[in-house]
């Protein structure tokens, strides 16, 4: 009997993660949707989606359902308590994505972000049922854009789709990899708002490509808070 024709068509592919060779199966749910699978199986056994218990604040892969440490000292100081809603991520931070996040933030590979795509936006909407969010990207000072010639939260918040705002002026100061946990969560605020920033009463998102400590997002939620958002969450790529 013959095989049928999504089991016999077959196509070589290269991953772009890793640059494997490897042979894809095309059926006919890939053809009709254009949704080829770039990636080979052992790049997409790297990708840890967060599942399962998760911190119901930051969206923390753990194994309960209880508030995290990082965001109980949150909630602790007077400044930032009730500024956040909540974040999510859409995969956990490991040593592969260490590498992928090196590649398309630092060293400019931009074509990494189009293979999470699907994953964002699926993340996105299980997520939030916000009925009018705002995107609001976590923004680059002026010499950190200049260098990188991409916002890397830009490009996340474009694949999402949506009303996106830019309403935040980051403060130059050094990198946030660069610096200790303590130093983080202790420092002074990021950011400083837009002369013009049509914000009142909006539900805002903030978009970023990683969520460590949370000082970022906190930063970022006070001023748009305090400034008269409705609401202020966060969604990232990663989650360490």
């Known amino acids: 009997m013959r095989k ?6 077959r196509k070589a592919l290269i ?7 490897f042979v894809a199966a095309f059926t006919w749910k890939s053809f009709l949707l254009l949704n080829e699978d770039r990636l080979c199986v052992a790049c997409k056994n790297h990708l840890m989606k967060i599942q399962g ?4 604040k930051c969206g923390r892969a753990q194994s309960n359902d209880q508030l995290c ?4 000292r949150w909630d602790k100081r007077r400044d930032f308590a009730e500024i956040l809603v909540m974040n999510r991520s859409v995969y956990a931070y490991n040593d592969f994505m260490k590498d992928i996040l090196a590649r398309f933030k630092f060293r400019g590979d931009t074509a990494l972000a189009d293979l999470f795509k699907k994953d964002v936006q699926s993340a996105f909407k299980r997520s939030f049922s916000i009925k009018e969010p705002v995107l609001v990207p976590i923004p ?3 010499e950190r854009l200049k260098e990188r010639g991409f916002n890397q939260s830009m490009m996340l918040a474009s694949m999402i789709g949506g009303p996106i ?16 946990k303590n130093e983080r969560l202790h420092q002074q605020n990021l950011f400083q708002l837009r002369q013009s920033n049509p914000i009142v ?13 949370g000082a970022t997002v906190y930063h970022a939620a006070k001023i748009l808070k305090d400034a008269g958002a409705k609401s202020v969450s966060s969604f990232t790529l990663i989650r360490s």
């Not at 991953?15 to 060779?21: L, M, Q, Y």
């Not at 218990?53 to 119901?56: E, F, G, L, M, V």
């Open 15 to 21: 991953c772009p993660i890793c640059e494997s060779h």
């Open 140 to 142: 680059l000072n002026k």
């Open 53 to 56: 218990p998760t911190c119901p």
């Open 69 to 72: 440490q990082d965001c109980s």
């Open 4 to 9: 049928s024709f999504a089991v016999e068509q």
């Open 165 to 180: 705002l830019e309403p935040l002026i980051k403060v130059h100061q050094s990198k946030q990899s660069k610096k200790r």
């Open 201 to 213: 009463l909006k539900d805002i998102i903030l978009i970023d490509d990683i969520y460590t400590t």
